[in-house]
């Protein structure tokens, strides 16, 4: 009897204690006054996303709780917020106090080394050396390579038309689209000649493992959700299966491999990552955005970005060259930000373009305005003079910021407190402490469509990124890129490739839309990409 009543005390103490430590961890928000959904024992709140669109769900919180509330990943707080002073605070004015992005669920030696995962001086390193290698400069010499494969995606066009029974009309969608960014990659990152639209009746090994990068396993994601964070910590399970990096990773080891051999160098990123090398002693290395291209990386105030990141590059402490496993890990990563967010971009515009033909017009009228009766030879000209003429067509590159701004290919940006004092936020005219190693996370998909911030937010408005309406646009609302010292490195070149892409389209052909087409658009379910359901288009050639 005494046994029996020692263990059902036992049980009751067990269970008691199990009680109160999952009240303690669920408490966490309220006791710092921030709502939220209801978490659910061991699943916290990302089993919601079992039930419903990822896009949709973060909406009716934002709707409910305001846009800064509190969710929990397994036991673990997690700050979600798109309130533009909030995110001023985290991503530009306390930068020192958010560097770093939550890898807590990153694995894999390669993949915990890219750019984007890094943390703190050797992250401050990384983008130190890396810098150099997007600079406009730099992108003047990579002009040809994207006009080279821009005009294979013009070929494949009119080997498509010849094929088909009416050779006046042509359907295509993103993933006809995605091969000109493949294109670009496989040349520019790995110094690799192919014409990637020949084989993509065909997919060879490198096609194949590119567009399974950007897959999203949906079983996986359900298994992930229900897997508590703690054990998937010590299975070292990921959202991502890091097999798909395997082929790149392979690759990338390889062609470095080769060049270290050989005495002759290659013009392409995996060569400058092998050459990448800065002083020992510290020195003021990062990159400056002049005032074209600010709107797009912080929308205002990128002289404080600039500063700040200056500071951060200022006080790394181990200047040196990148390794063997960072060069695969850099440019693992580089193929994958400049592949999948690029096309989808370039699929964006197009579809858009399709559904507004007074903006398509506008557009075609500048063109011609700026090239003249050179633009039926756009290619037979100077690249490099068309790149230049390019950034100087101020309703293009409204057009495409107005665009980046309602399609947001990146859904979700992040940070964490990293500051071994914590970090205090100011939410709503309250000061809230965060201990340190609370992730912090932003839809920009949400952000970037708030009444608030944008009127009518979706509704596709070319005028508000106008030259002389730029500045009304509020620092912390507007991030395809990212915001502060972490702002996409590679910003330079996936603009480039947007704009060779219309204005040779256009040129050429009438986009229009396909039979039945969606709009707006539906989007799929995704934790990382934002992707259409259905992206098709048609482009018809233009009369003379």
């Not at 997690?78 to 807590?104: C, H």
């Not at 951060?312 to 040196?320: G, I, L, S, Y």
């Not at 947001?408 to 964490?416: Q, T």
Request: hydrophobic share 40%; net charge positive; with cysteine.
């Amino acid at each position: 009897m005494e046994t029996t009543d020692f263990l059902l005390g036992l049980c009751a103490l067990l269970v008691s204690l199990a009680v109160y430590c999952h009240i303690k961890a669920f408490s966490f928000w309220k006791e710092r006054g921030l709502p939220g959904p209801t978490p659910w024992p061991i699943f916290g709140t990302n089993i919601y996303y079992l039930f419903c669109n990822k896009i949709e769900l973060d909406q009716r919180w934002r709707d409910k709780y305001g846009r800064t509330y509190g969710l929990y990943e397994g036991y673990s707080p997690v700050l979600r917020t798109t309130d533009s002073e909030v995110i001023k605070q985290i991503y530009v004015k306390q930068f020192q106090s958010f560097t770093d992005r939550n890898n807590t669920f990153v694995f894999g030696d390669n993949v915990r080394r890219w750019l984007f995962w890094t943390k703190g001086d050797l992250w401050a390193n990384q983008r130190a050396l890396v810098s150099p290698m997007f600079t406009a400069s730099k992108m003047r010499s990579m002009v040809p390579i994207i006009s080279e494969s821009v005009q294979r995606l013009v070929n494949y066009i009119e080997r498509l038309r010849n094929s088909t029974n009416t050779k006046q009309a042509v359907k295509l969608s993103k993933f006809d689209l995605s091969a000109l960014t493949l294109d670009v990659i496989a040349s520019s990152f790995f110094g690799l000649k192919l014409d990637t639209y020949k084989t993509l009746s065909e997919p060879d090994e490198f096609i194949n493992a590119a567009y399974n990068l950007a897959d999203f396993n949906f079983p996986r994601f359900i298994v992930w959700l229900f897997m508590p964070r703690q054990l998937a910590a010590l299975l070292k399970f990921d959202i991502g299966n890091p097999k798909r990096f395997q082929y790149f990773d392979s690759l990338g080891q390889k062609i470095a491999t080769e060049r270290r051999k050989s005495a002759s160098k290659r013009d392409d990123i995996i060569q400058a990552l092998i050459d990448a090398k800065l002083p020992e002693e510290r020195k003021e290395v990062f990159t400056t955005l002049d005032d074209k291209e600010a709107h797009y990386s912080a929308s205002a105030g990128h002289k404080e970005l600039e500063s700040i990141q200056q500071e951060q590059t200022r006080t790394a402490k181990h200047f040196r060259s990148f390794s063997d496993i960072e060069i695969r890990g850099q440019i693992t990563f580089f193929f994958i930000a400049g592949f999948e967010t690029t096309a989808s971009t370039i699929s964006f515009a197009f579809h858009e373009l399709a559904h507004q033909p007074k903006i398509q017009e506008t557009i075609l009228a500048e063109l011609k305005d700026v090239f003249g009766h050179e633009g039926e030879k756009f290619f037979s000209n100077d690249p490099k003079k068309n790149y230049e003429l390019l950034l100087d067509m101020k309703y293009l590159d409204a057009f495409i910021s107005e665009v980046l701004r309602i399609y947001s290919p990146l859904l979700e940006h992040s940070r964490m407190v990293t500051s071994k004092e914590g970090a205090v936020l100011n939410v709503n005219g309250k000061d809230i402490f965060l201990p340190t190693g609370v992730p912090i996370s932003t839809n920009g998909f949400i952000l970037q469509r708030d009444p608030e911030y944008f009127e009518n937010p979706n509704e596709l408005r070319v005028e508000r990124f106008f030259p002389e309406n730029r500045d009304r646009v509020k620092t912390g609302t507007y991030m395809p890129f990212g915001l502060g010292p972490r702002y996409c490195v590679g910003m330079r070149l996936a603009l480039s490739e947007v704009k060779f892409a219309i204005a040779e389209i256009l040129l050429r052909y009438e986009i229009i839309p396909v039979e039945n087409g969606e709009y707006p658009p539906r989007f799929k379910q995704n934790t990382v990409f934002l992707q259409y359901h259905n992206t098709q288009f048609k482009l018809v050639p233009r009369k003379g």
